[in-house]
């Protein structure tokens, strides 16, 4: 059966004016998985309009990681 909720999301946004809400929307998104695994959210940012949130194993619950991977 799969997970009622999403662990990775992929956001990829306009301008600087879009990004903050985008990325707010889908960590909203993603806290009930991480919640519900005991894990953490990192936001990783490819490019100055790519991202990737994810609830992610090496970050502690309750907590949310940035990282730059260009």
Same mark, same amino acid.
């Given at each position: ?19 903050? *809400?985008?990325?707010?929307? !889908? %960590?909203?998104?993603?806290? $009930? ?5 005991? /894990? ?8 100055? *309009?790519?991202?990737?949130? !994810? %609830?992610?194993?090496?970050? $502690? ?5 940035? /990282?730059?991977?260009?």
């Amino acid at each position: 059966m799969p997970h009622p909720y999403p662990q990775v999301l992929d956001v990829q946004v306009k301008d600087a004016n879009t990004k903050d *809400t985008a990325i707010s929307t !889908a %960590v909203q998104e993603l806290i $009930p998985e991480a919640i519900r695994s005991r /894990r953490g959210i990192s936001v990783t940012r490819y490019s100055i *309009t790519e991202f990737q949130i !994810a %609830v992610d194993l090496s970050v $502690p619950c309750g907590e949310i990681h940035e /990282r730059v991977r260009f």
